[in-house]
């Protein structure tokens, strides 16, 4: 088993074989040491919970030994990390001397300096790798030369990205081998703003060029945890599931861009496994994998987002657990637990368990043993590491948008199952003074669940078990406690996808090898779209096709708001008695509509489908994508549907 990898993004280091340290021992010793600096004083003494669980996930495995699915992990080499990376990226290309121009060059149009040097970065240590080949690995600056071209030699210098990576690199040498676990809080308990209209790698930069990056402070004891707000900027918020699947599609690659830049700026390298091979079972719910339980449930329920054995066993303590005292730490009889999964497994379709006869700590023990039993962990084989060495980043601000970016790469099924299982861990949080969960509690309790796992590699470095395990801990809890933050999908990444989409759909002439020039005129044409922006005003059409066969002429202007197109909707269709196509859930009590029944969608032109944040001004948008249309429905979350 293991727990994570590394006490910097660049170390191997995996709390695995936790299960074979002595808990007596790291128990005694968490009393008489010094915890974590984050850990406030009233949690100190609760990482026993952790240690405990550990005991428990031990006692489960020494049973079923046999039953590991998931085949070992080998790290990756030099070279060979690097080409995987860049399949990843959508730059598999650029490895081959022969490739077409068009297969790289829309990509690298939407990058930033900061993402740019990143692959460039992983492209040179590649060619290193390589030297014995006949054929020069390509060099992306030939393609994406365009950026800063006007800059002088001197200017270049002076704010590479290359250059403050290399100036980070240094001066962490000394901070990663002596690092405590503290983080920059400026305002502890008080709001600060999350800008993600900015990508986090420029922020960086900008940051560690002007020397802001100053020795992190440690959260004192007591210290609420920081409030953040995400500004609202002019085009609204966009969610996790606001994007079509297509446009989603495209959010794993950039984010994996612009985490690696990222960790360039702050002197990390990120480390990923290989994905596993999963060997296969003849099970149908415990130890199957995502995708598998998903295709299930989806014949039974179309649209199903996370499987339907989780939603039963978070359905089920959310009943009748959250109330109890111990819930998720208290752990169930292993030979009931055992013996309720048999049950499961043959009656859980047919509809005949009983969940009202099952011991609610039992039904915590099946959920935990559920995450653990997935043949890949619930973060993935390849991104643990990075999970867990998110910890090592000081400030707190960045440790989230790393987080943020994480949470973006993982495949959609992990995602809205994390997502599921979150926020039934906010619920339990939520009920703090009668089960006595608190945050610290329940993240020391499920960390292990979500960082151990088998068939992972089993090194540990000697004396570094308590502080990894803290660190964990401590990633859980910021996923518990900031999981609306995390779940949003910066506006930066949404405009790559837009630049993406917009490039995609023009039909460039590629054969002309001088590929600056393709980039000039890329940018031209977004020029052009740009000037357009001062119009004052607008009239557009709002269909509702499922809802209605008339369609609405929204006036535009400054102010006006998706909200606002929603309310006018709202009223014409009390009022004048158009002509409804379906009022399935659409007519409230009194006949009325509630307004927060309908979302309005951008659909067309730059974007796939976009459920627009109520706050949009909608000229602002018309004037970034002009060519869409924009498209009442029902919101889906009535009736909620995973």
């Not at 119009?535 to 202007?557: F, G, T, W, Y």
């Not at 009022?575 to 409230?588: A, D, E, P, R």
Request: charged share 25%; with cysteine.
């Amino acid at each position: 088993m293991s727990l994570f990898i590394s006490s910097c993004l660049s170390t191997r280091n995996c709390l695995c074989k936790m299960s074979q340290l002595p808990p007596e021992s790291l128990l005694a010793s968490s009393v008489s040491e010094s915890m974590n600096p984050r850990v406030e004083s009233s949690d100190k003494l609760s990482m026993d919970s952790f240690w405990l669980e550990v005991e428990n996930i031990k006692q489960s495995a020494e049973v079923e030994q046999e039953e590991c699915s998931l085949a070992d992990v080998k790290a990756q080499e030099e070279g060979e990390a690097e080409a995987e990376w860049l399949q990843d990226a959508g730059l598999s290309n650029l490895l081959r001397d022969c490739a077409s121009e068009h297969d790289n060059i829309v990509l690298l149009s939407t990058l930033t300096k900061t993402q740019a040097a990143a692959v460039q970065r992983r492209l040179d240590t590649y060619s290193r790798s390589r030297r014995r080949n006949k054929h020069p690995v390509r060099d992306v600056r030939d393609i994406f030369g365009v950026v800063g071209s006007e800059e002088t030699a001197t200017e270049k210098k002076e704010s590479s990205p290359d250059q403050l990576w290399h100036n980070r690199q240094t001066s962490n040498v000394h901070r990663t081998e002596t690092q405590e676990y503290s983080c920059t809080v400026r305002n502890p308990g008080k709001e600060e703003m999350f800008n993600m209209d900015v990508a986090y790698s420029e922020q960086a930069a900008v940051l560690l060029k002007g020397s802001f990056l100053s020795e992190s402070t440690k959260l004192k004891e007591g210290n609420a945890l920081t409030k953040f707000k995400i500004p609202k900027g002019r085009l609204g918020v966009t969610r996790v599931g606001d994007l079509s699947a297509q446009d989603m599609k495209k959010i794993p690659t950039l984010a994996l861009i612009e985490l690696t830049a990222l960790c360039d700026i702050l002197g990390f390298e990120l480390k990923r496994n290989k994905a596993a091979k999963l060997k296969t079972t003849e099970k149908r719910l415990f130890g199957v994998p995502l995708n598998t339980l998903l295709e299930n449930d989806q014949k039974l329920l179309p649209n199903t987002k996370v499987p339907l054995i989780l939603q039963a066993l978070l359905s089920c303590l959310e009943k009748r657990g959250l109330e109890t005292e111990g819930i998720l730490r208290v752990s169930g009889s292993q030979t009931r637990i055992k013996s309720l999964e048999q049950k499961l497994e043959r009656d859980f379709y047919t509809g005949l368990f009983r969940w009202d006869e099952v011991h609610q700590n039992d039904v915590s023990g099946l959920l935990k043993r559920f995450i653990r039993e997935l043949p890949a962990p619930l973060l993935t084989a390849e991104y643990l590491p990075a999970f867990a060495a998110v910890q090592n980043i000081p400030d707190l601000k960045q440790r989230l948008q790393a987080l943020n970016l994480l949470i973006l790469i993982l495949p959609e099924p992990n995602r809205n199952t994390l997502k599921a299982l979150l926020e039934f861990l906010s619920k339990v949080v939520a009920r703090e003074n009668n089960n006595k969960m608190n945050l610290w509690n329940v993240s020391t309790v499920m960390a292990p669940n979500l960082f151990m796992h088998k068939g992972l590699p089993n090194k540990i470095p000697e004396g570094k078990e308590k502080q990894l395990a803290e660190g964990a801990a401590d990633v859980v809890r910021m996923m518990i406690h900031y999981q609306d933050l995390l779940w949003t999908v910066s506006s930066f990444l949404v405009a790559q996808v837009r630049k993406l989409n917009e490039s995609n759909s023009k039909k460039y002439q590629f054969r002309d090898k001088r590929i600056k020039h393709l980039l000039r005129k890329i940018h031209a044409d977004k020029d052009k779209v740009e000037k357009n922006q001062a119009e004052p005003s607008k009239i557009v059409k709002v269909h509702a096709s499922l809802l209605l066969k008339d369609s609405l002429e929204v006036h535009l202007n400054n102010a006006t708001r998706a909200a606002d197109v929603l309310r006018q909707f709202q009223k014409n269709m009390c009022q004048h008695g158009w002509n409804i196509v379906n009022t399935v859930n659409l007519l409230k009590c009194n006949n009325s509509i509630e307004c927060t029944n309908l979302l309005l969608y951008e659909v067309g032109g730059n974007i796939g489908e976009h459920c627009l944040d109520p706050d949009t001004y909608l000229l602002d948008l018309y004037h970034i994508n002009p060519h869409a249309e924009w498209i009442i429905k029902q919101n889906p979350s009535y009736p909620r549907v995973f």
